[in-house]
């Protein structure tokens, strides 16, 4: 029914018709309320979020990430920063926010009769049955103006957590507050009030950046503005980068596979900023991406993992190149993009991805008939993929296996 839906909500709006409303959602998580598409979607009741499927489903994503960092590091981590998305909590009913608050081992307080959000519970260590991890969530624009009750609700769980007398082993937050009493913890941290991301996608997109240090400098001046416990985006660089300098690991989450990690430069403005500030601050913390798209089976994988994955699964796979082509100028441009994210990827990331480059340029402008297709269907795309590898090895990112490979670039762009 979706296809028809849709057109006929389309030409109804365009004729000033009414357009039946419907929820928004993923159907991939199991929202079949969302189908048929093409009706006029509404979001969610903020106060009712995150809603208890969204806690439930977050414990098994906040297990798999702590089996995953005492797997890499051997120990329990003491401070996360994690990547919070507006977008996420309309589709999930807030499970990056209920992985934020199981971490520190605090529950929300439903009323029985609304299901609305009243308040928090912090939980007992003996409950807990682990440290609790002191959690910074770096939050994006549409959550700061779509659910500021959820920032209060944070803010009342870290101070709550600050204020426990417990052993220093088992709650690093309360730790770091002794002796400042007089000064509320800040952990809740983005961009400036009516301002917008992570302030590295222009910088990547133009090519206008020298070093990663500068790309870090910029995610932190962006992303350097406190919020929670009265304050609305008063500027805090220095707090920022000292929650960056002091976190164990960083994380965000995938909730569906409509899309992936190169399938946009926010995502490396968003991970890969985070990653190139902290070395720029001295710290190395673990860089990980949750995929829980899958709810019942969430998988942690460090980001360099990720982008391996996907350039091997889609970007640089055959098959999918060659599903693209029919679609004509399109598809060469849903081609072109992926490369986008590789190139932001490897200017922000400690890791190397020589070998995630040669694949690509092998499966695209390396084959002579996918490259005759660029061409043809959209020659600014195949314009933009060659400067791409060609930017690429100049800054010292691409160190392509073949010498071979710089004479075609030059030959494309001649």
Same mark, same amino acid.
């Given at each position: 029914q979706s296809p028809d839906q849709e057109f006929k909500s389309l030409v109804n709006a365009l004729d000033g018709k009414f357009v039946e409303p419907g929820p928004a959602g993923a159907p991939t998580r199991g929202r079949a309320d969302v189908l048929p598409t093409g009706r006029n979607i509404f979001t969610v009741d903020p106060r009712a979020i995150p809603n208890r499927s969204a806690m439930m489903l977050a414990e098994n994503s906040a297990d798999e990430l702590l089996r995953r960092y005492r797997q890499d590091h051997g120990e329990w981590p003491k401070a996360m920063v994690i990547d919070l998305w507006g977008s996420a909590t309309m589709r999930t009913g807030g499970e990056d926010l209920a992985l934020a608050l199981l971490l520190m081992g605090v529950k929300p307080v439903w009323d029985h009769g609304s299901a609305r959000v009243t308040g928090v519970e912090v939980m007992a260590l003996a409950e807990l049955d682990r440290p609790r991890v002191d959690v910074t969530i770096r939050i994006s624009g549409l959550f700061r103006d779509a659910f500021e009750t959820q920032i209060g609700l944070f803010d009342t769980a870290v101070q709550a957590v600050a204020s426990q007398d417990e052993p220093e082993d088992m709650n690093p937050l309360a730790v770091s507050m002794r002796g400042n009493a007089d000064t509320p913890p800040v952990r809740i941290y983005g961009a400036a009030p009516m301002t917008y991301g992570a302030g590295v996608t222009d910088q990547l997109a133009r090519g206008g950046w020298s070093t990663a240090?500068?790309?870090?400098?910029?995610?932190?001046? !962006?992303?350097?503005?406190?919020?929670?416990?009265?304050?609305?985006?008063?500027?805090?660089? &220095? %707090?920022?980068? +000292? /929650?960056?300098?002091?976190?164990?690991?960083?994380?965000?989450?995938?909730?569906?596979?409509?899309?992936?990690?190169?399938?946009?430069?926010?995502?490396?403005?968003?991970?890969?900023?985070?990653?190139?500030?902290?070395?720029?601050?001295?710290?190395?913390?673990?860089?990980?991406?949750?995929?829980?798209?899958?709810?019942?089976?969430?998988?942690?994988?460090?980001?360099?993992?990720?982008?391996?994955?996907?350039?091997?699964?889609?970007? !640089?796979?055959?098959?999918?190149?060659?599903?693209?082509?029919?679609?004509?100028?399109?598809? &060469? %441009?849903?081609? +072109? /993009?992926g490369l986008d994210g590789l190139y932001g990827f490897a200017a922000t990331l400690p890791e190397r991805f020589d070998r995630q480059f040669d694949q690509m340029y092998d499966a695209t402008l390396g084959d002579p008939e996918v490259d005759e297709y660029l061409e043809t269907a959209n020659?600014?795309?195949?314009?933009?993929?060659?400067?791409?590898?060609?930017?690429?090895?100049?800054?010292?990112?691409?160190?392509?296996?073949?010498?071979?490979?710089?004479?075609?670039?030059?030959?494309?762009?001649?």
């Open positions: 240090q500068e790309l870090g400098d910029d995610y932190v001046d !962006a992303s350097g503005f406190a919020y929670g416990h009265g304050r609305g985006g008063e500027e805090d660089r &220095a %707090g920022f980068a +000292a /929650r960056i300098k002091d976190a164990d690991a960083f994380v965000h989450q995938q909730d569906h596979r409509e899309t992936d990690i190169l399938d946009s430069l926010d995502y490396a403005a968003h991970e890969g900023g985070f990653a190139a500030a902290a070395a720029a601050v001295g710290n190395a913390p673990a860089l990980y991406h949750n995929d829980i798209s899958v709810p019942e089976n969430p998988k942690t994988r460090t980001i360099a993992e990720e982008i391996q994955r996907v350039v091997r699964g889609r970007t !640089a796979n055959p098959k999918w190149i060659r599903g693209m082509m029919p679609h004509g100028y399109q598809g &060469a %441009g849903e081609i +072109a /993009r020659p600014a795309a195949r314009d933009s993929m060659a400067r791409r590898f060609d930017e690429a090895v100049q800054r010292g990112i691409w160190q392509p296996r073949r010498n071979s490979v710089l004479q075609q670039l030059q030959a494309i762009r001649s």
